[in-house]
């Protein structure tokens, strides 16, 4: 499959020869016109109107809703709470992200076992999952609105670090951190740019995209789903969905993004 | 979109709604509903789309206009306005001419509705895009232009 | 609630100050924990099992050094000493394959990832980081740009030596480098390293034209 | 049943512009599983947009319309308060009706 892409890029940037030769940027200008033509009517709506029915649903054992869920602002609080997670729970004693404290909330609330309530995180063709819908209706819940990720709690200090830990662990057949493609300014893989985590400015544009509609996919990709992705990439075993080291880097990189606005669910390749 | 301007019709597929939709003259005719050109959506190049629709020749047109980016970062979805400013402009088609199969959709624009469609097709490669307009009178013109397909990324 | 407040400060301001009053051991602890964490949070996967978080010494060093905490030049000497004498270098002393080949390796990324099939051929990514060639645009910045390697360098049997040593083991030459030990880690055979040492070195490459 | 459309309707000057987010799979079958099985062909053939009962826009989709598809197009002789009723038919046969009123 790739190789095929691969092929498409090489010949038709040949083709595009000697006008692209003398003017490089000129292609990255043209997909900078396509993302901007996409971004009025952005099918995450979809999404996003699904998580809202699924979200005051009546479900699971004890056929309840997710109304009164605290995703960190106070129970039935959605406006704004992506911009504060994660955050330190109380009831689980756990720093938790979106997607694991709406896990939290379908146990505690609506009777499903942790096991149930995790069984489907990512969505696929014909395959449309709860998760996916309620991560794009909550995120878009916070639009407009500035990232506020506080690490006042011990715990959420600690993920804070160990986050850090790992964005710089080297490991698998390749020796690839997270660091080796985000870890300094200014560089791109083939002709993709890539966001320095480690800086503010890139750590906001590239947190605040995030979910997004992949119009390669299909399907709308939760945070959860870009960490899974970039380590399958990096040559890592599988990351476990809501693990505890998917949350600690999540952290990691959503309190670099502090003060940036947030605008997401994005539209992206 | 505001979900309080949003008014969703539940069981669409019940007779009483089908029942509802006649009457409000969602058909145009008996079975117009159902019409679909399979004849023009199995053809390979625009010659045979136009004979498909019944038509001759097609003429190049500078009034017919596409407007999309030079180079699509994914096939998978590539964004295209077409408009028209042929007299008595009547359907407006979409094909892609490396396509599997060249048409991908065709729009009736009645009398009051602006012969301009915004819309996303999927494309297999780099193509010529064209823009086919039909008449009151039956008459074909058409415009193209060419849209490079790229796929970024990590690859592997 | 005035208590309240100084102790929440005090955690706040213990984090400011964060990483610069963290000496060795607590980075060391804070590293056994946090790879404690991910043996928590992974699982095997296809080809890809759990012993990819072990780290070799390069991995574990090189974890350390980032940002602007530099690798001394003392333990960067080491490390290049050590990973130099692990390179197998060709027992038939021939350092270049079929650049056409090589071109193709440096195109594919495909390999060792959970959803590629274990065994298959895989790729070297070349272009994800690196400029090689006039024709290929669409080539990554991680990298220097390679273009005209031969041509500037000379086409000499000791520059053919050290590309392949280069591609075999980058630590050798520039302690933790973001490059893959192509060579040293099997990510590419030995037939494999001298095809993209061609795409490098050939006079008649593209690279070199 | 298949998710709702989402539709927007606002003046745009003297005319009504509409915009339309359909939730479907536009299948193409040309592509395979993992299995290596053909997956069957599933879309949207037919369009119908109608305001106040009056047919504004009518079309024939061929698989090659993106997956999710998005539509937008612009007539006159509305005004806001009225209803833009949009219908879709696929090759299974499944209908599906949503409704907006125009801001």
């Known amino acids: 499959m790739s190789r095929i892409h691969r092929t498409v890029i090489a010949a038709l940037l040949a083709t595009a020869g000697v006008a692209l030769a003398q003017q490089p940027r000129s292609a990255v200008e043209e997909i900078e016109r396509y993302r901007a033509a996409l971004g009025d009517g952005n099918p995450a709506e979809l999404w996003e109107a699904r998580g809202e029915v699924i979200w005051k649903q009546k479900r699971g054992p004890k056929n309840a809703s997710l109304e009164q869920c605290d995703l960190g602002l106070g129970p039935g609080v959605v406006k704004g709470a992506y911009t504060v997670l994660p955050k330190y729970f109380k009831d689980t004693d756990k720093v938790e992200d979106l997607e694991s404290r709406l896990v939290s909330c379908m146990v505690s609330l609506q009777g499903f076992t942790p096991e149930q309530a995790k069984k489907d995180p990512f969505g696929g063709p014909g395959k449309k999952v709860p998760m996916d819908a309620l991560v794009a209706y909550i995120t878009s819940e916070s639009r407009g609105m500035k990232m506020n990720v506080q690490t006042t709690h011990p715990k959420e200090v600690e993920a804070y670090e160990l986050g850090r830990k790992m964005f710089y662990f080297r490991g698998g057949p390749h020796d690839f951190a997270c660091a080796t493609c985000h870890g300094a300014d200014n560089l791109r893989i083939r002709l993709q740019d890539l966001p320095n985590l480690t800086t503010q400015a890139d750590a906001q544009k590239a947190y605040t995209a995030w979910p997004a509609y992949r119009v390669s996919q299909g399907e709308v990709r939760s945070f959860q789903w870009r960490l899974y992705d970039c380590f399958r990439q990096q040559r890592f075993p599988e990351l476990i969905f809501v693990s505890p080291a998917s949350i600690a880097l999540t952290t990691f990189l959503a309190k670099n993004s502090n003060g940036g606005t947030f605008n997401a669910p994005s539209i992206k390749r | 979109m505001d979900g309080s301007r949003r008014r969703i019709l539940k069981g669409t597929g019940s007779a009483a709604v089908l029942g509802l939709a006649m009457a409000a003259g969602l058909f145009r005719t008996g ?41 699509a970062e994914n096939g998978a979805v590539v964004p295209f306005t077409i408009a028209s400013k042929v007299a008595n402009t009547e359907s407006m ?12 959709a065709n729009f009736q624009i009645p009398q009051g509705t602006e012969p301009w469609i915004n819309t996303r097709v999927k494309m297999g490669q780099t193509s010529n895009v064209i823009a086919l307009v039909k008449t009151a009178d039956g008459k074909f013109y058409y415009a193209s232009k060419e849209v490079k397909v790229t796929l970024g990324g990590c690859g592997g | ?205 593209p690279v070199n034209k | 049943m298949a998710d709702p459309m989402k539709i927007r309707a606002s003046m745009a000057g003297d005319k009504v512009e509409v915009k339309v987010l359909m939730s479907h799979e536009m299948e193409t079958g040309q592509r395979k599983d993992s299995k290596g099985a053909l997956i069957p062909a599933w879309f949207i053939q037919n369009v119908t947009a109608t305001h106040n009962g009056k047919t504004v826009l009518s079309a024939e989709w061929g698989p090659a319309v993106a997956k999710n598809p998005f539509l937008s197009f612009r007539f006159a002789g509305g005004k806001p308060g009225d209803k833009v009723a949009i219908t879709w038919t696929d090759n299974h046969g499944d209908k599906r009706t949503d409704e907006a009123t125009i801001a």
């Open chain 2, 31 to 71: 079975s117009a509903w159902a019409e679909w050109n399979k004849a023009a959506f199995d053809t390979k190049s625009l010659a045979d789309a136009v004979k498909a629709m019944g038509g001759g020749a097609p003429a190049e047109s500078k009034d017919i206009v596409i407007t999309s980016p030079d180079i």
């Open chain 2, 93 to 104: 088609a979409l094909l892609v001419e490396k396509n599997p199969n060249i048409l991908a």
């Open chain 3, 1 to 205: 609630m005035k208590n309240i407040t100084i102790v929440v400060l005090g955690i706040a301001g213990a984090v400011a100050v964060g990483c610069a009053s963290m000496g060795h051991h607590d980075e060391a602890a804070l590293g056994a924990k946090a790879l404690e964490l991910m043996k928590a949070s992974f699982h095997e996967q296809g080809q890809a099992k759990l012993d990819r978080l072990e780290q070799d010494n390069v991995q574990k060093v090189c974890s350390e050094y980032n940002g602007d905490k530099k690798i001394p030049r003392d333990v960067a000497e080491r490390l290049e000493k050590a990973e130099l004498a692990n390179i197998k270098y060709p027992a038939d002393g021939k350092y270049l394959g079929d650049w056409k080949n090589g071109e193709r390796i440096a195109q594919s990324g495909v390999g060792m990832q959970f959803t590629d099939t274990a065994g298959a051929a895989t790729g070297g990514n070349c272009y994800a980081c690196h400029e090689l060639t006039k024709s290929e645009l669409a080539f990554g910045t991680i990298g220097p740009s390679l273009y005209n390697f031969g041509k500037i360098r000379g086409y000499t049997s000791e520059m053919q030596k050290y590309a392949f040593g280069k591609v075999y083991n980058s630590e050798a030459f520039s302690a933790c480098s973001n490059m893959p030990r192509f060579g040293h880690k099997g990510i590419l055979s030995e037939q494999q390293v001298k095809d993209v040492v061609a795409l490098l070195m050939d006079p008649s490459s």
